[in-house]
């Protein structure tokens, strides 16, 4: 009998414990975004600190204590700041992957009042470093309630803008791709990829990196998953694809085909320029 209710305990902790570190269930405090109500919340009157996650994802399970603890903090003073999160395994949830940089589980971004412009949290994934982080770009205090003046400009650069802005990845879509990497007086170094695609995941730090390290060059990626017709321009029929359209060859032929880390990519971009 001991044996049996043991056993019996044994598992319903196990239970509860499964549940508690579900990032798809319901956490205090944290608003639950789908692909209908995401803008309903998203660029309106309140910032908003978005975990993109995965079920699936380890990492995402080993945040639920934190962004529970995180979103009871938020609700509990009056501020414009909300807490949030999107399972970005959801239908139709591409185009929003895509807008908001989503290329790995968890993906946290910040998303100002008033924007639709994603700040990327890259700092240590705890209550601290996440209300530091609101505070540094938004000025608000989430655990006195107070604001405070900061000197963070209104929204991160658009698509159409951001190939001015070294250090950025450049996010390409067929309202942009032609004026930005068809630009005769720009060399761009196009990433084709696709969200689901593992290789694409794996190289995306490397090519964030490719991106602060260049300073003439132009990073940018368009999903060609969801934009196949900007693919099939150029022939895209796998992922990930790179390409390089120099200043005097914009035809889509110089095809990378090298090691998908930073080192080569900067060796490569160096000979295509030099």
Request: charged share 20%; with cysteine; net charge neutral.
């Amino acid at each position: 009998f001991f044996s049996t209710m043991l056993s019996f305990t044994l598992l319903l902790s196990l239970l509860v414990c499964a549940l508690a570190q579900d990032p798809s269930g319901k956490l205090d405090g944290v608003v639950d975004l789908t692909v209908q109500n995401f803008y309903e919340h998203v660029g309106e009157s309140n910032h908003v600190l978005i975990e993109f996650y995965a079920p699936w994802c380890g990492w995402c399970k080993k945040l639920v204590p934190t962004w529970t603890d995180l979103g009871k903090l938020v609700s509990t003073t009056d501020t414009n700041v909300k807490i949030a999160k999107f399972d970005a395994t959801q239908a139709d949830s591409s185009e929003i992957k895509t807008a908001f940089g989503v290329r790995g589980f968890p993906t946290i971004v910040l998303v100002k009042a008033g924007t639709k412009a994603p700040l990327k949290f890259t700092g240590t994934r705890s209550v601290d470093g996440f209300v530091d982080f609101i505070k540094q770009k938004t000025g608000v205090n989430v655990q006195s309630g107070s604001t405070e003046a900061t000197e963070e400009p209104a929204s991160e650069p658009s698509a159409s803008t951001a190939a001015a802005a070294p250090g950025t990845v450049v996010s390409l879509n067929p309202s942009n791709f032609d004026s930005i990497v068809l630009d005769s007086t720009k060399d761009v170094f196009v990433k084709f990829f696709a969200p689901w695609c593992g290789h694409c995941v794996r190289m995306a730090p490397a090519w964030e990196e490719l991106a602060k390290s260049q300073s003439k060059v132009v990073i940018a990626e368009l999903d060609a998953s969801q934009h196949s017709e900007v693919g099939s321009r150029f022939g895209v029929r796998g992922f990930p694809t790179l390409k390089f359209f120099s200043k005097s060859d914009k035809s889509g032929n110089i095809v990378y085909k090298g090691q998908r880390d930073l080192a080569s990519f900067k060796a490569f971009v160096d000979q295509q320029v030099n």
